[in-house]
């Protein structure tokens, strides 16, 4: 195999990280923020009873 | 604001394969299954792969029913995607929430995955899974065949990435025969 890296080389590569442009990841992280605050919004309502973890997938 | 230099990046570290990170969201009720999981982004080398890392959530900031799906090229993360068919996944439960450093863990899963450490032959490792669940996270790795000699040494080192004691273990589920709810592991190390 051409190209194998240990964990102990990724990580010294860590400060060469390069954020690619062509997603915009806060919009991201903000729709992630979104989903658990309106799961914690059903929680306090008592209203969950749709969201019982299925363990399938 | 200037207009974005169409430049050209020299990644230094290109990785074995291209990887797509893919996230699955929480049904709210009103979509299908596949309006819920959809591909962030695609990346071919160390560096886009830090960068990505450092900018997305990580696992405990994600809901319920979250999911994070790193696959090989254009593997879909779906049971049905033939070069899924015919493989299965080993899987670990952390059933104490609060107390497993789940980021940690999943970075280190990340890590053996797009570094090949994970395994010898090329490409028999598909993909790694985390999902969210109330009671447990969950990580999967998922394979592209059922031969038991190369199940068992990926597994021996699944086991080693996660940190698992010999008291803990893995299962190794088909996805044929999956489709049921008490489906059975053909595998446990
Ligand atoms: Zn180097
Ligand atoms: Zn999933």
């Known amino acids: 195999m051409s190209n194998k890296y240990t964990e102990a080389q990724l990580i010294e590569l860590r400060s060469t990280a390069y954020v690619p442009t062509t997603v915009d990841f806060e919009i991201f992280a903000k729709s992630i923020q979104e989903q658990r605050e309106l799961q914690n919004e059903q929680e306090r309502r008592g209203s969950h009873v749709g969201i019982r973890p299925k363990f399938n997938k | ?189």
């Open chain 2, 1 to 189: 604001q200037p207009q974005q230099a169409q430049q050209e990046v020299e990644f230094k570290h290109p990785l074995n394969s291209k990887w797509t990170l893919w996230y699955t969201k929480p049904a709210s009720g009103k979509e299908a299954w596949s309006d819920l999981l959809k591909p962030i982004i695609s990346f071919e080398s160390v560096e886009e792969f830090w960068g990505i890392f450092n900018s997305v959530p990580q696992p405990n900031e994600l809901p319920l029913k979250g999911d994070y799906h790193l696959f090989r090229d254009d593997i879909k993360p779906e049971w049905e995607d033939e070069r899924n068919t015919e493989g299965g996944r080993w899987s670990f439960e952390f059933k104490a929430k609060n107390s497993v450093d789940i980021n940690e863990l999943w970075l280190r899963g990340l890590m053996s995955v797009i570094g090949e450490t994970i395994q010898d032959d090329e490409n028999e490792v598909n993909g790694i899974v985390l999902n969210n669940r109330k009671f447990a996270y969950r990580i999967s790795l998922w394979t592209k065949t059922t031969t038991k000699g190369k199940l068992f040494q990926i597994g021996e080192r699944f086991k080693k990435v996660l940190k698992l004691n010999d008291a803990d273990s893995i299962e190794f589920y088909t996805h044929k025969g999956s489709d049921s709810r008490d489906a059975k592991p053909i595998l446990m190390i």
